[in-house]
Nanobody, 125 residues
């Protein structure tokens, strides 16, 4: 059974940092897409970053580029989202998701079919 467990969320002041973790279990952690998404209250879910487990290739959306970094620890089957220079508009529930790599790029952020419960990030002074 696929399971994704996010952690690391919390409340920080603008300009602060957080590192989110997503621990994966129940599937072979090879050649899979791992993605981070977020959803602010009253808004649609949006993509944030993704990584291809087999080669570590990454993609970060423009709105967080230069501030957020996605990485992985294959031995721990864990994906991280390092978030620096946080802004109030980064406030959201952050979700980890996965899908098999398949024939499409991980970075289309489509067809992610297993999701974690989410971890809340609040950026406020």
């Amino acid at each position: 059974q696929v399971q994704l467990v996010e952690s690391g969320g919390g409340s920080v002041q603008p300009g602060g940092s957080l590192r989110l973790s997503c621990a994966a279990s129940g599937f072979a952690y090879r050649d899979v897409c791992m993605g981070w998404f977020r959803q602010a209250s009253g808004k649609e879910r949006e993509r944030v970053a993704a990584i291809l487990s087999s080669n570590g290739a990454t993609y970060v959306v423009e709105s967080v580029k230069g501030r957020f970094t996605i990485s992985q620890d294959i031995s721990r089957k864990t994906v991280y989202l390092q978030m620096n220079s946080l802004k109030p508009e980064d406030t959201a529930m952050y979700y980890c998701a996965t899908r098999p790599r398949g024939s499409n790029s991980c970075f289309d952020f489509k067809n992610y079919n297993a999701w974690g419960q989410g971890t809340q990030v609040t950026v406020s002074s």
